[in-house]
């Protein structure tokens, strides 16, 4: 992925992702409206400490993983070096609060439940119109791919039983499943070890 790409990616991300905010963003049309910002505003984080793959310039999918032991900068400094200061504005302080509130709380959910080196999948989706070609798994595989190269296991959450037979396909098993506070958002993490310690 390079930079450019992230303001299209993030209406992708809209459409993929449809009304993700909604405890923040009650309201459908300013939930439509801040739903690109916010995309925006984490890929730009995401942008210089993880590893990115789109599937192609025409942005059918894309991943993002990152490396559990990297050391990552405060917040403040991301925000400021990322370019997403802009996008943090005009979403407002009180809903960013309350975003980061629950990237803090999966944060901390992830610490308890992988307290190991491993790689975290932040995010795979694939733009509606995509979906069922096969966009998704040519984006796992490069995951999977990295982590037996790596010899480490991976931990993601994710909603829905579809999305767990997908990531079971994979060799991915559940490890636990959690409420997020002041939600309705009830997210299944699950774990796949590398390959050369599923043998």
């Keep these: 992925?390079?930079?450019k790409h992230i303001r299209p990616l993030s209406l992708m991300l809209s459409r993929a992702f449809r009304d993700e905010f909604k405890d923040i963003f009650?309201?459908?049309e300013e939930r439509k409206i801040k739903e690109p910002m916010i995309n925006e505003f984490f890929l730009r984080l995401y942008y210089s400490d993880s590893k990115i793959f789109i599937t192609?310039?025409?942005l059918e999918g894309i991943i993002v993983w990152m490396n559990s032991d990297k050391r990552r900068r405060t917040l403040f400094w991301r925000i400021l070096?990322?370019?997403s200061i802009f996008?943090?504005?005009?979403?407002?302080?009180?809903?960013?609060?309350?975003i980061l509130a629950y990237d803090r709380y999966i944060e901390g959910k992830r610490r308890e439940l992988a307290p190991f080196k491993h790689l975290y999948l932040a995010v795979l989706p694939v733009d509606p119109q995509h979906q069922g070609k096969g966009y998704g798994s040519k984006l796992l595989d490069e995951l999977i791919f990295e982590m037996d190269r790596e010899c480490?296991?991976?931990?993601?959450?994710?909603e829905g039983e579809k999305n767990v037979s997908?990531?079971?396909h994979f060799g991915f098993r559940v490890v636990d499943e959690f409420e997020v506070p002041d939600t309705t958002d009830r997210l299944i993490a699950m774990l796949r070890r590398p390959k050369e310690l599923l043998r």
Excluded at 152 to 158: I, K, Q, R
């Design 1 to 3: 992925m390079e930079r």
């Design 87 to 98: 996008q943090a504005i005009k979403i407002g302080i009180k809903p960013l609060k309350k």
């Design 26 to 28: 009650p309201d459908p």
């Design 81 to 83: 070096t990322s370019r």
């Design 166 to 168: 997908i990531y079971k």
């Design 56 to 58: 192609s310039p025409r």
């Design 152 to 158: 480490l296991p991976c931990y993601v959450e994710t």
